[in-house]
Every structure is written in structure tokens, then in C-alpha cells.
């Protein structure tokens, strides 16, 4: 798997400070689809994600 170029920020599910892609962006209720490194998904708000500083060349 390549980099996650996102980090979850809060702390729901046990998952704050863990680095995920986005699937799925939906523009309804500002909604996404993500999946975590260990292949983990969940529906969340893009509010929770921040740029991954370390994914980035």
C-alpha cells in the first residue's frame, strides 16, 4: 500500500493519529469514505482528516 496521504484526528474508534486514504468523497452532510492501513473502513466527516505532512515528497 502506498503512503496515506491523510491523518484521522479525532478520536473515535480508537483511530486518532492514524494515517488513511479516501475512497469515497460525497458532498452530502461534507461525508467520506476511508480506509485505514490495516484495511479498516468507516463513514466519517472530512472534518476529522488533516494532510499527512509525512506522505508528501
Same mark, same amino acid.
Given at each position: @500500500? *502506498?503512503?496515506? =496521504?491523510? +491523518?484521522?484526528?479525532w478520536d473515535r474508534q480508537g483511530r486518532k493519529g492514524q494515517p488513511c486514504e !479516501?475512497? +469515497?468523497r460525497a458532498k !452530502? @452532510?461534507? *461525508?467520506c469514505l476511508v480506509r485505514f492501513a490495516?484495511?479498516? #473502513? @468507516?463513514?466519517t466527516s472530512r472534518n476529522a482528516l @488533516?494532510?499527512?505532512k509525512e506522505? #508528501? =515528497?
Open positions: @500500500m *502506498s503512503a496515506l =496521504p491523510y +491523518i484521522y484526528r !479516501v475512497l +469515497i !452530502v @452532510m461534507n *461525508s490495516d484495511g479498516y #473502513t @468507516m463513514v @488533516m494532510k499527512n506522505a #508528501t =515528497p
